[in-house]
């Protein structure tokens, strides 16, 4: 059967995402492969992240427009946060703020409206699963006013916020490839475990690198080799 263009786009975009962020999150940071898988990630992400907004639109599924903008919500804050100086925001920050306030409104809405206007309520997610999407939404939005009006974050806080939201949206990325598209997969990966273990690898690996950041003198280190950005 012929795969719609967008439709083929975002499956190339969504392959390219995973294996890209699986290499970000176990290469070396602050070096040449690092830093390029990791441009890649960004901008395959950012593709995922439309082509699903588009196909959420066009196929009405309001739950998954909620979730592909909160992933490209993550990734471009993320990499805002690396390539900012300490102490240092921009005005895409504050975009990124109101866009996610908004969107955390709106989801919160829909949770409330999707009984009421949906024939087949029991085809979607209940209305709980927009109040948490929505709930976090509005922390990450809450984080970012923080940080601005503090005028940025500094040292291993400042690469805190960049991992964390890194990983949270390719924890979304991998989550959605494996378990919620896993009957597109080949055979061989049709089994509850094989499709849930790349979703508890980048769990593990994002406790891994959060806790190495704020517990440990790794950052400094690198800083004094001369990496100040990932």
Known sequence: ?????????????????????????????????????????????????????????????????????????????????????????????????????ISALACAISGFMTPVVLASPEDVPPAIAYYVLAGLAAFFGFLDYKVIKSSGVSGKRRIARHLWRMCLSMFLATTIFFVGNGNLLPELFHNPYILTAPTLAVVVITVFWICRVLLTDWWGNIQDNGNSNL
Not at 26 to 34: D, E, Y
């Open 1 to 101: 059967m012929e795969i719609p263009q967008i439709a083929f786009i975002h499956l190339v975009a969504g392959t390219i995402t995973v294996l890209a962020g699986a290499i970000a999150m176990m290469s070396q940071k602050g070096k040449f492969l690092h830093r390029f898988v990791g441009n890649l990630y960004l901008g395959c992400m950012i593709a995922l992240s439309l082509s699903g907004l588009y196909l959420s639109f066009t196929r009405s599924i309001v739950f998954t427009v909620f979730l592909s903008i909160l992933a490209l919500y993550l990734v471009v804050t993320g990499w805002l946060a690396a390539k900012r100086k300490d102490g240092a925001t921009g005005g895409l920050e504050k975009v990124a703020m109101f866009a996610i306030a």
